[in-house]
């Protein structure tokens, strides 16, 4: 599929699209991890969305992913919804970027454009993001119209990967809305669990859960099978046009939900900053 001329270009103009596709040098960056917020916090860990693109070789790249914003940055916790094209010889980081948090006026949920207010291109903790150089080109598409099963979306994709290819890791990423139906979406409160975290169950007591309406606009990371780099194998997360925005779970409408998406294989992965000691609690 040209994406150039199709949903993809058409939803990134609507919602501040800062480049015309998701192709070129495509490549996968896991950086950090959830390691670094559970079961406690290490607020220390901050990274640079201008860093990355340099450490994969991919200097001015355009990405697009699930993260942590910067919490030293905003003052509480929330999530980020990266849209960037990083800094180049020749020109300067253009940040289209959204953050999701609670709204402390109603514990709604709160979701803003990247304004200046915000560092340039900083986050913290963890992040997975598909880079590329933003050209158009072909691309993947996977329409998608009702839920019979329990897995989502995501989790579909990188099941029919993971049957296709075995043990070979194939990681994609890209974008794809939610046409119809709604959402079950979580954004992380503004504050860090003062207790530690040790289970699921003590993750989502902690996490704040909404059930959000399309249309959502997802840009998710995918990679089939983890080759033992401690990766997160699946991670979305999405905004929208009318205010709501986080990560994504699940649809919570199976027999109207409508999926439309466009994703690229990606060529390399690269992990950053892995964490020296690790668990699998609080990868949903
Ligand atoms: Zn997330």
């Known amino acids: 599929y040209d994406c150039n001329t199709h949903l993809f270009h058409k939803l990134y ?3 501040g699209s800062i480049l015309p596709g998701i192709c070129g040098k495509p ?4 950086v950090g991890g959830v390691p670094y917020l559970i079961p406690t916090v290490q607020k220390e860990k901050v990274y640079d969305l201008n860093k990355v693109a340099k450490d994969i070789e991919l200097p001015g790249a355009f990405i697009l ?3 942590a914003a910067s919490s030293k940055i905003l003052g509480v916790n929330a999530e980020l919804i990266p849209i960037v094209q990083t800094k180049s010889e020749k020109k300067p980081a253009v940040n289209g970027s959204y953050i999701a948090q609670i709204n402390p006026a109603d514990k709604g949920c709160l979701l803003e454009k990247y304004s200046s207010k915000y560092t340039d291109c900083e986050f913290g903790l963890l992040a997975n993001l598909y880079a590329s150089e933003g050209q158009p080109g072909k691309v993947i598409e996977v329409k998608a119209n009702g839920r019979t099963g329990e897995l989502n979306f995501v989790s579909c994709l990188r099941q029919i990967l993971e049957k296709r290819y075995g043990e070979k890791p194939v990681g994609m990423g890209g974008t794809f809305i939610i046409q119809k139906g709604k959402a079950k979406i979580h954004i992380m409160p503004p504050e860090f669990s003062a207790c530690p975290l040790n289970t699921d169950e003590d993750v ?6 909404f059930e959000m309406k399309a249309p959502l606009i997802c840009q998710p990371i995918i990679v089939s099978r983890d080759p033992g780099f401690d990766l997160r194998v699946e991670h979305t997360h999405c905004f929208s046009p009318h205010g709501e925005g986080g990560h994504y779970h699940q649809d919570t409408s199976p027999d109207s939900v409508q999926y ?3 994703l ?7 992990r950053i900053d892995r964490p020296p000691e690790t668990h699998l609690v609080g990868r949903d």
């Open 65 to 67: 992913g699930a993260g």
């Open 27 to 30: 490549r996968i960056a896991d």
């Open 260 to 262: 439309l998406g466009y």
């Open 264 to 270: 690229l294989p990606a060529e390399l992965l690269f």
């Open 204 to 209: 989502n007591n902690w996490l704040k859960f």
């Open 13 to 15: 103009l609507l919602t």
